[in-house]
């Protein structure tokens, strides 16, 4: 069995801290610095724009919106389209070494999706992997019950790939409520009834559920080791702020 280093400790100041931490460990994962690293947190109100949004016309209407709404506009380090985080999500971002990660996309997407999936059955959510017509931030490997719960995205540098997303637990209504003015501003079209969560799907389910749900499942096949973040790394992500901020 595997070892995964296990990282479940928040950055949500500023609003992309948590972004530029997964960055990192992106990185020293690529360099051999540091092993798989698996984070699954809570996250800060954000809006996270993918590379197509960066560069839509819309796009700064859109991060003034995020903005006027109160959440933090971040440039995301995966792919895809604007997707909302906030304090009834689980943020996860999985760091893993790849001679070629070109190679393994499939994969990746596969296990990641299965293994969330399958946490999210063992809770009584009849949770099936596919895209749903109309659901924001569109993905074959979305997850959803009877409206989206994860979306999942991917990042290739070379020598690591990193697998991140978000579960919406609770607070359904805020993802549609802050995501429909923003993809108006993006000119996307959407069905908000698309847009769900967790607890829509099994009543009082929290994060901490889902969150240990998770860590289970993975653990089967993954040797979990919880990791604290070492300081040097923090700064570092510090470093990377401009990155994933936008500049207007």
Do not use: N
């Not at 595997?2 to 400790?9: E, G, K, V, Y």
């Not at 859109?62 to 903005?67: K, Y």
């Not at 802050?178 to 698309?194: H, K």
């Amino acid at each position: 069995m595997s070892a995964l280093a296990l990282i479940t400790d928040s950055y949500p100041h500023p609003p992309a801290l948590d972004t530029c931490v997964s960055h990192e460990i992106l990185r020293q994962v690529a360099a051999g610095t540091r092993g798989d690293t698996l984070r699954l947190h809570v996250p800060a109100r954000v809006v996270a724009f993918g590379r197509q949004d960066v560069v839509s016309p819309g796009y700064e209407r859109a991060v003034t919106e995020s903005r006027r709404l109160g959440y933090g506009p971040v440039e995301r380090l995966a792919g895809g389209r604007a997707a909302l985080f906030h304090e009834g999500t689980l943020a996860f971002a999985w760091a893993r070494a790849s001679s070629d990660p070109r190679l393994d996309i499939a994969r990746r997407f596969d296990e990641v999706a299965g293994s969330l999936a399958e946490a999210l059955r063992a809770l009584g959510v009849d949770a099936r992997i596919g895209e749903l017509p109309g659901e924001y931030c569109p993905g074959a490997y979305s997850i959803h019950g009877r409206a989206k719960l994860v979306g999942i995205g991917q990042r290739l540098i070379r020598g690591a790939a990193h697998v991140g997303g978000v579960i919406v637990v609770t607070g359904a209504t805020e993802v549609r409520r802050v995501l429909t003015p923003v993809y108006d501003a993006l000119e996307l079209s959407w069905d908000p009834r698309t847009a769900g969560a967790v607890d829509d799907e099994v009543a009082g389910i929290t994060i901490e559920d889902v969150a240990a749900s998770i860590t289970r499942h993975i653990g089967l096949s993954h040797d979990l080791v919880s990791t604290p973040l070492d300081e040097a790394t923090l700064a570092a992500a510090h470093s990377r702020l401009a990155a994933h901020e936008p500049s207007m």
